[in-house]
Structure formats: C-alpha cells, structure tokens
C-alpha cells in the first residue's frame, strides 16, 4: 500500500484519499471490511502515511459509514430505501432497529457484534 500510495504522491497528486475505512462494525461495507475503530490502529497507516509524505504528497483518510450500501445483510441506514447494490431493504435507525437489537440480529448470523461508540459530547 505504502508503494501504491508513493507513485501517486510522486506523479504529482495533490491529496490522496484512502478507501473507505468504517468507525464502526455497523458501518462496515462487508465483514472483514477495514474499520478504524481503536486508537491503536493508527500506527498501521504511519508508515503508508509518511511515505506519501517522503515524496512530497498530503494524504486524508476516509471515514466511511456503509448505510444502505453494506453488503452485509443488515444494513443500517436512516431509511428503509434499499440501495441499487444491495436488495435486502436497510432497517432505518430507529426504535425498531436499535443498536442492541442489531447486535442481537448479528449475533444470529454468527457475526461478531462489537460496537465501538463515539465520546459524547
């Protein structure tokens, strides 16, 4: 990745954009899918990170929540309008497809159900 992110930055890219990483297993696009959940998981994308840097470029890292798009499952979103790539109709975020209902769906699938909230504020 470091490499593939290098040439970029050195054929004169002004900003790299990573792929879509989830801030949460609800936001997961599959599972398995990349997640930057934990503050330890930083130190994965230094070294990518400062590679770009060493060859002149600037480089973001994209929070992404699935929503209607996860290919999951369950896909979470604010509606229940499904989306053109998944067919199953997304539960809306609501009383009825609360976090801990999710989770207990998840666990029926025998997928793991951690959930990583955000500090309030």
Do not use: C
Not at 53 to 72: C, E, N, P, S, T
């Amino acid at each position: 990745m470091r490499r593939f992110y290098e040439e970029r930055a050195r054929g004169g890219a002004a900003l790299l954009v990573t792929g879509g990483y989830a801030p949460n297993e609800e936001g997961l696009i599959e599972p398995g899918g990349p997640t930057l959940m934990r503050s330890d998981q930083v130190a994965e994308h230094r070294d990518i990170v400062q590679g770009v840097a060493d060859a002149g470029g600037k480089m973001v890292l994209q929070i992404l929540h699935a929503g209607r798009y996860a290919r999951d499952g369950i896909p979470v979103s604010p509606s229940t309008i499904a989306s053109p790539i998944n067919p199953s109709s997304p539960g809306a975020w609501t009383k009825e497809i609360s976090p801990a209902r999710l989770r207990t769906m998840r666990a029926a699938l025998r997928w793991p159900a951690r959930r990583v909230m955000p500090a309030s504020r």
